[in-house]
């Protein structure tokens, strides 16, 4: 569909596109900002999704800049400038940095082509990550009269999509949704108490990379560590990693040198691993919006891939139980926001966008405050518009040189003791350093010189101390920015009815997920399709529902006898598909290759790394 809504942009119109994951969504923007003249800004709240698509795009020799809270004033100021100046073509920024006066006053000034909103459901507060920042957006409108937007989610109920194009303001929008079925993924729920022993299973059975799914930090590490024992290669991974570490488990994971990831739901967002044949939920997301993004990970590749649930009951109740948590009294929200007030010691009316250093577990011991509830205040606060925290922050070293090329000679002839990190730097990164504010490695250029790492990293600071160049240094802790200035919090106006409307629609959302878990007689591609209000009868076939169905059909016609027949010829002998169906025994193909599938599901053979069929000896 990645054409049509191409066509629907370059003709000048609101466009809501709706593409599962791994559905190509940022070539729907990207390809025809590249076809028009000026630069295409992308409002997106993500900012690891950000840097890592203004890094793919420069990798292909186009110019894009990424701003979001967390950069100096003096480095957000270079990159606007560059925006307006500097041929750049494509500018994203979070929604929170639209409204400021510096972005606004340099937007006006800027050849603006096309504007375009990533995770477009943020805008709905009945969507499933509400962000009031959204709701800025339509006044570019009065900045950029008549500039086509075009707005992408992976997912969207009705409401949600009809939110969307009221609160960005379409004018006769034209809306593509890509059916949200996918034919080549099954989905399976299983009821287990051992859920360790079943998921050995699942990978035993399925061969090729996975990703599985925890809430727990903890139980990332214990999971991956347990299928390490079994003999399978796997990893953990959460945001409390650090960095390096992530983006190494990461790596291995994709080049296959890794087979399963298991992982919180920090891990996933923007990772193009197209042959992912499992993911699997050992623990069930809160709402089937982020079930269907993450199990949408599977089979992007369009070949056979599985979507596995496990829970048990004890599961589902906790999940309801969660929804209570997730809303504290209104008199301890204040308290914490009061309690983050004091601990960075920001006066009333100040720190607009600040960004801090936030060690969760550091500020609740400070001021003594539960786990839980203070978890989830923050969380409110951040639907609220008035702080955001970000969990997996990595900023690498950066430089930015403030004097010229000409003035920068003659500091070096004046100036010896640095002539070579300067040179090394400019051999390294070129005029790069002058534009602006450039990645560097510390340990590449001391390897580079010839010195150590802290002779580098020191001589960078006298050469800042001497306003020669900015030195931002490597950050790779949590940050929390205040998106609104600070106020009082006694006078801190929570909407109280609007937070109750937020708890009925998460209490909805958990039933919906509760219900799609428990649910033993409709096709699940059917309810998940009828969750996001597409209308279909026609059913997958291959999720766990369809196959009970069929196999109940199959048992009632030949299925006892072919699977006699199917274990008295493997028996003798380990047979490929091939083989099998040579010796058939005068039943149909489809008949064969359907109680096969029975077969695998029950656990009755398998297929081994050579392709044969194997009975499982129980």
Known sequence: MQEEIIDSVL??????ALLPTGGGKSICFQVPALAMDGICIVISPLIALMKDQVEQLRSRGILAYAIYSGMSKREIDVALDNCVYGGVKFLYVSPERIKTEL??????????????????HCISQWGYDFRPSYLEIAELRTLLPGLPFIALTATATEQVKLDIQEKLKFKNGKVFQKSFAREN????????????????????????SSVVYLRSRNKTKDTAMFLKRQGIKAEFYHAGLPHAER??????WISGKTRVIVATNAFGMGIDKPDVRTVIHVDAPSTLEAYYQEAGRAGRDEQKAYAVLLYHSHDLEVMQQRVEEMYPPIDFIKKVYQSLANYYKIAVGSSLLASYDFDLEVFEQTYRLPKVETYYALRILEKEGLIQMNEAFHQPSRIYFLIGSNDLYEFQIANETYDLLIKTMLRMYGGEIFTHYCIINESSIASNMGKSISFVENALKKLEKMSVLEYQTRKDVPQLIFTAPRVDAARLSLDVKALERRKENDIAKVKAMVQYTKQELRCRTLVLLDYFGEISDKECGVCDICLKKKKEKTKGENYTMIRLVILSLIEKEELMMEQLMEQKGGFAKEEIVAVLRLMLDANEIRIDAAGKIVKVEN
């Open 11 to 16: 003709q000048k119109n609101d466009t809501l």
């Open 103 to 120: 972005f606004q006053e340099r937007l006006k000034k800027m050849k603006v082509c096309l504007l375009a909103v990533d995770e477009a």
């Open 185 to 208: 993924l099954s989905y399976s729920v299983f009821e287990v108490e051992d859920k360790e022993r079943k998921l050995l299973e699942v990978l035993h059975n399925v061969n090729g």
């Open 247 to 252: 983006a190494q488990k990461q790596e291995a």
